[in-house]
């Protein structure tokens, strides 16, 4: 149980271009969702959390308006990073957790490897 | 807010040795501490787990521990294995939010 997966796995897209990256809960319900960024060999960096049905809350740093992020429903929240540039290459990981399970763990989807050209 | 170091950033050890891996954390008010391990390229999977009121909690060839006093806790791997190989992360995060802190991470490298 507690399986969360994100699509895609891998993109690859043009400089100034968007792309959106969803994290889905299989088979839970995710009140809170949380997004990642990880550079290689380097550690999780919080980009935003997200509760259902309201606006993401947004560490320090992270610009609301470049990395939109909407959790529409209990299963799914997408990340859309707009104008991609190549410095946002990275790998972004979401993760989530639900009030049936611990809430003091979070259940990581196997990641988005993006590329900007 | 919170930090938290880890140490050592690499580790290199023989099949069958013990590796240790530490952490300190700077809030006092944490009380929740979990480790994960993460293969090249993959997800993070929680490993084990402790909480502040436990000094010790031990599964198979994991155990953790946790000095609440000193502000550090620590992931020990005994015989370990090559598949034991990956990058491990300590974290903290305290009760309401339960939003983690990672550490930097540790690279364990066991050679067969």
């Known amino acids: 149980g507690a399986v969360v997966s994100q699509h895609p796995s891998r993109v690859i897209c043009k400089s100034g271009t968007s792309v959106k990256i969803e994290c889905r809960s299989l088979?839970?319900?995710?009140?809170?969702m949380f997004w990642y960024r990880q550079f290689p060999k380097q550690s999780l960096m919080l980009m935003a959390t997200s509760n259902e049905g309201s606006k993401a809350t947004y560490e320090q740093g992270v610009e609301k308006d470049k990395f939109l992020i909407n959790h529409a429903s209990l299963t799914l929240s997408t990340l859309t990073v707009t104008s991609a540039h190549p410095e946002d290459s990275s790998f972004y990981i979401c993760?989530?957790?639900?009030?049936?399970?611990?809430?003091?763990?979070?259940?990581f989807g196997p990641g988005t490897r993006l590329t900007v050209l | 807010g919170e930090n938290v170091e880890q140490h050592p950033s690499t580790l290199s050890v023989q099949e069958g040795d013990s590796a240790v891996i530490k952490c300190t954390y700077s809030d006092s008010a944490s009380n929740y501490f979990p480790w994960y391990k993460q293969e090249l390229g993959k997800r993070p999977q929680l490993i084990i787990d402790i909480r502040s009121n436990v000094g010790e909690k031990k599964d198979q060839r994991i155990a953790v521990t946790l000095n609440k006093t000193a502000k550090h806790f620590s992931l020990h791997i005994t015989e370990t294995q090559p598949e034991d190989s990956a990058v491990y992360f300590c974290a903290a995060s305290k009760g309401g939010s339960y939003i983690p802190t990672f550490g930097r991470g540790t690279s364990l490298i066991v050679h067969p």
């Open positions: 993760s989530a957790r639900g009030e049936d399970l611990r809430l003091d763990t979070q259940y």
């Open positions: 088979d839970f319900q995710a009140t809170t």
